[in-house]
Each structure stands twice: as structure tokens, then as C-alpha cells.
């Protein structure tokens, strides 16, 4: 009969995990110690229980592996940096690459650098530029119309305001008929032993001056 697999998950049990962390760690200890002495590798174990009690195993000493992993991790940061330029000059290699590409791309639109393409490259190049020509020149008709609804829109606007204007009088045309009215008012008064004549013109002109004033302000 053969033993039945136990599920790898939390136990839900308190006295079950304990139990079962016990016999575990031994375990663990154990095989340490056993590789530790068959390979004759280096090995320190560290383990905190789930009531933070600390549980550990070293081969030969604890801090003397420490120590030794900490040396390792050293000469791997400095190893680092190195690998990590190549990286990044293996990253810049690719974005020149692209650069150039690009620009070749560009010099070749303003036909430049054709002597080294096939047939097919001059083809597809020349359908490129068919299909670019075609776009500028959509965009720039539909820019002019534009252009054109702008100053209809305009024309029409200004039409309508020079239409308003010649509707209402002007000023200086209504202060001109009515100064005409009180002279033609004025010349039908009788003169009474000779002044009448000049008070009368000495009064126009200063109605006169004073509308002449008023006209200037608006």
C-alpha cells in the first residue's frame, strides 16, 4: 500500500504545524549535514520558527560562511557595472543602427543615396513618395478651402455691417439740416432797427460752433 501524498499548504492546525516544523527542520539538518559531509561543501542554515525562535546549522562556522557569502556577493557587484555598460553599449549600438537607418530612409526620400538600390527598392521608394505627394496635396486643397469659407464668411460679414451703416444718417448731415432750419427760420423773423439781422447771425455762428464741438466728440 502505498503512502499517501500530503498536500504542500498551510496547516491549519496550531498543534499539527508545530509538530510537523520540528520534524521537518531535524530533517533538513540533517540532510545538510550529510551533503555538507559527502561533497564536503560549505553550508550554514538559518531558520526562524513561526513563534520567531532561531534555529540554525553551519558545517563549519556560522560567521565564517557569512562572511564568505558576503565576499562572493561583493566581487559580484563589482562584476556588475561591467556587465551592465554592455548592456548599455549593446542598447546604443541598436538606437545608431536605427539613426541611420533612418536617416539613409530620409536622404534616399530627397533622392539621394538611389545608386546603391535595386529595382524593386527605386519601385517601392517612388510608390512612397506617390502616396506622400498624394496626402500634401489632399491637405493643402482642403487648407485653401478653408482659406476661401474664411473670407467669404468675412466678405459677407463686412457687406453687412457697410449695409447697417448706410442706414443710419450721419451726424454731421443732421446737424447740417438743422442748422439750416433755424436759419431758414431766422430769415423770416422781422428785424426790428437794424439788430435783429446781426444778433441773429451772432447766434447761428455760436450754435454753429457748438455743434461743430459735439460732432468732434462723437
Do not use: W
Given at each position: 500500500?502505498?503512502?499517501?501524498?500530503?498536500?504542500?499548504?498551510?496547516?491549519?492546525?496550531?498543534?499539527?504545524?508545530?509538530?510537523?516544523?520540528?520534524?521537518?527542520?531535524?530533517?533538513?539538518?540533517?540532510?545538510?549535514?550529510?551533503?555538507?559531509?559527502?561533497?564536503?561543501?560549505?553550508i550554514a542554515l538559518i531558520v526562524f520558527s513561526a513563534t520567531s525562535?532561531?534555529?540554525d546549522y553551519a558545517s563549519s562556522s556560522m560567521q565564517q560562511v557569512?562572511?564568505?557569502?558576503?565576499?562572493?556577493?561583493?566581487?559580484?557587484?563589482?562584476?556588475?557595472?561591467?556587465?551592465?555598460?554592455?548592456?548599455?553599449?549593446?542598447?546604443?549600438?541598436?538606437?545608431?543602427?536605427?539613426?541611420?537607418?533612418?536617416?539613409?530612409?530620409?536622404?534616399?526620400?530627397?533622392?539621394?543615396?538611389?545608386?546603391?538600390?535595386?529595382?524593386?527598392?527605386?519601385?517601392?521608394?517612388?510608390?512612397?513618395?506617390?502616396?506622400?505627394?498624394?496626402?500634401?496635396?489632399?491637405?493643402?486643397?482642403?487648407?485653401?478651402?478653408?482659406?476661401?469659407?474664411?473670407?467669404?464668411?468675412?466678405?459677407?460679414?463686412?457687406?453687412?455691417?457697410?449695409?447697417?451703416?448706410?442706414?443710419?444718417?450721419?451726424?454731421?448731415?443732421?446737424?447740417?439740416?438743422?442748422?439750416?432750419?433755424?436759419?431758414?427760420?431766422?430769415?423770416?423773423?422781422?428785424?426790428?432797427?437794424?439788430?435783429?439781422?446781426?444778433?441773429?447771425?451772432?447766434?447761428?455762428?455760436?450754435?454753429?460752433?457748438?455743434?461743430?464741438?459735439?460732432?468732434?466728440?462723437?
Amino acid at each position: 500500500m502505498t503512502r499517501k501524498r500530503i498536500q504542500i499548504k498551510k496547516i491549519d492546525n496550531i498543534s499539527s504545524r508545530q509538530v510537523t516544523f520540528s520534524k521537518r527542520r531535524k530533517g533538513l539538518f540533517k540532510k545538510a549535514q550529510e551533503l555538507s559531509t559527502l561533497c564536503d561543501a560549505d553550508i550554514a542554515l538559518i531558520v526562524f520558527s513561526a513563534t520567531s525562535k532561531l534555529f540554525d546549522y553551519a558545517s563549519s562556522s556560522m560567521q565564517q560562511v557569512i562572511e564568505r557569502r558576503d565576499r562572493h556577493s561583493a566581487i559580484h557587484r563589482l562584476d556588475g557595472p561591467s556587465n551592465q555598460l554592455q548592456v548599455e553599449n549593446d542598447s546604443n549600438h541598436i538606437l545608431r543602427k536605427k539613426v541611420e537607418d533612418k536617416n539613409r530612409e530620409l536622404r534616399q526620400l530627397n533622392g539621394e543615396d538611389l545608386h546603391g538600390l535595386t529595382l524593386q527598392e527605386l519601385q517601392k521608394l517612388e510608390e512612397v513618395l506617390k502616396r506622400g505627394l498624394a496626402n500634401v496635396s489632399k491637405i493643402k486643397d482642403e487648407k485653401v478651402m478653408q482659406e476661401i469659407n474664411s473670407l467669404k464668411r468675412k466678405g459677407a460679414e463686412l457687406l453687412e455691417e457697410n449695409q447697417k451703416l448706410k442706414q443710419v444718417p450721419s451726424p454731421i448731415l443732421v446737424q447740417r439740416q438743422s442748422s439750416e432750419s433755424i436759419v431758414s427760420r431766422s430769415s423770416n423773423l422781422p428785424d426790428e432797427d437794424g439788430g435783429g439781422d446781426t444778433s441773429l447771425n451772432l447766434g447761428l455762428v455760436y450754435f454753429n460752433y457748438i455743434s461743430f464741438l459735439l460732432v468732434l466728440r462723437l
